[in-house]
């Protein structure tokens, strides 16, 4: 998906850098680059890249990371990619 860009600064995703572990599945299981390697843990490094999939809350072991699935804006710009129109989720 290239040219992919999120609705700016709405995205839900949080991180309780205390509570990673360093596993990275978040960065194995992301379909995209929203998460950066750090030494012993990662970091968000482009919040308005995620979909609010989940895939990366649902993969910690350690609960470090908090998304709202469903909350539209995923939905909406699939469907703008679709209607070839500009992503309103209505946020």
Do not use: Q
Not at 21 to 29: A, E, R, S, W
Not at 31 to 46: G, N, S, Y
């Amino acid at each position: 998906m290239t040219g992919f860009a999120y609705i700016r600064g709405v995205t839900t995703i949080e991180l309780d850098p205390l509570l990673c572990n360093g596993c990275m599945m978040c960065i194995k299981v992301c379909p995209h680059p929203v998460f950066e390697a750090l030494k012993r843990a990662v970091a968000i490094r482009e919040p308005n890249l995620c979909i609010e999939c989940g895939a990366c809350a649902l993969n910690c072991p350690e609960g470090a990371l908090n998304v709202n699935p469903g909350v539209g804006c995923a939905a909406a710009i699939l469907k703008g990619w679709v209607t070839r129109s500009k992503p309103d989720c209505s946020c």
